[in-house]
């Protein structure tokens, strides 16, 4: 899962850009069955990407219905550091729905957690992410499992779980918050 296809150019040998969105998408779909599933691209990237990628073309069939998407803006101040992020659109279209959110590459979470905390502020029922590099930089995966938020008087986790493929070793961190799907 390139991070651009721009980076095929470097190879030389004959190569192709296999996606791992599909795959955690496809076990989500297996997960949530009957479930009001609302797609959202946490960045103007990832949007950009599942457009080229025809990304949806692949879920509507996964999950038997088109799903409604959503993209997120984010302003950064500093390089893995998210300062803002804004949902565009209606955000009532979360209440009670299950989010996934997609993109290629977890490093540091910060994004995630980010749009993760406003998906439940909005009324998201759970956030699933999706990624297929769990790159998890540092202390990501503690930050994960620490970060809370206030909806409705209650704390929640801003992220419920988070899918990502085998692409990069995760020798840590699997099991209640973390699935590898074997790609």
């Known amino acids: 899962d390139l991070h651009s296809q721009q980076?095929?150019?470097?190879?030389?040998?004959?190569?192709?850009?296999?996606?791992g969105l599909p795959l955690l998408t496809g076990k989500i779909a297996q997960y949530y069955r009957d479930k009001k599933i609302v797609v959202v691209w946490p960045d103007d990237g990832m949007a950009h990407r599942a457009n080229e990628d025809k990304l949806l073309d692949v879920m509507e069939p996964q999950f038997g219905y088109k799903p409604e998407v959503f993209h997120m803006r984010k302003v950064r101040k500093q390089v893995n550091v998210v300062d803002e992020i804004e949902l565009e659109g209606d955000p009532k279209a979360l209440e009670g729905?299950?989010?996934?959110?997609?993109?290629?590459?977890?490093?540091?979470?910060?994004?995630?957690?980010?749009?993760?905390?406003?998906?439940?502020?909005?009324?998201?029922?759970?956030?699933?992410?999706?990624?297929?590099?769990?790159?998890?930089?540092?202390?990501?995966?503690?930050?994960?499992?620490?970060?809370r938020v206030e909806v409705r008087g209650q704390l929640v986790r801003p992220i419920d779980k988070i899918f990502v493929t085998d692409a990069i070793p995760l020798h840590r961190a699997k099991g209640d918050l973390i699935e590898v799907i074997s790609a």
Do not use: W
């Open 7 to 19: 980076v095929e150019g470097a190879f030389r040998i004959p190569m192709d850009n296999l996606l």
């Open 97 to 147: 729905s299950i989010v996934v959110m997609g993109d290629d590459m977890c490093d540091t979470g910060g994004t995630f957690r980010k749009a993760g905390e406003k998906l439940k502020q909005y009324g998201a029922r759970e956030v699933l992410a999706c990624s297929s590099h769990g790159v998890f930089s540092g202390d990501a995966i503690e930050k994960f499992r620490n970060a």
